[in-house]
C-alpha cells in the first residue's frame, strides 16, 4: 500500500527513468496484494505507460505493437494476480 501511495504521489513529478523504476517495483510487488489494490495498481501503471509512451521512441510500427502488447500481457497478469 505505501508503495502504490507513494507512486500515485509522485508520478507527476519524476522523469521518464524514475517512472519506470516505480513501474518495476510495482509490477514486483503489487501482483501478490489484495484485488482492489491490485485493480489501482493496473490502472496507475496505465496511466504511467500513457505518459512515457507504451514503446521505445522511433521504434518501427511492428515492434511498438510487440511492446505494447508485451506491456499489456503484463498489466493483465497483475489484474489477475499472476506474477509476469
Not at 509490477?27 to 496505465?46: M, V, Y
Not at 521512441?57 to 506474477?83: C, D, H, M, N, T
Request: hydrophobic share 35%; no cysteine; charged share 35%.
Amino acid at each position: 500500500r505505501v508503495l502504490l501511495e507513494k507512486a500515485q504521489r509522485t508520478l507527476p513529478q519524476i522523469h521518464d527513468q524514475e517512472i519506470h523504476t516505480h513501474i518495476n517495483a510495482l509490477f514486483a510487488e503489487a501482483w501478490r496484494w489484495p484485488e482492489e489494490e491490485r485493480q489501482q495498481a493496473a490502472r496507475l501503471i496505465e496511466q504511467a505507460y500513457d505518459l512515457v509512451g507504451w514503446h521505445v521512441p522511433g521504434a518501427k510500427s511492428k515492434q511498438k505493437q510487440k511492446q505494447r502488447a508485451k506491456k499489456e500481457k503484463r498489466i493483465q497478469a497483475l489484474r489477475e494476480g499472476r506474477q509476469a
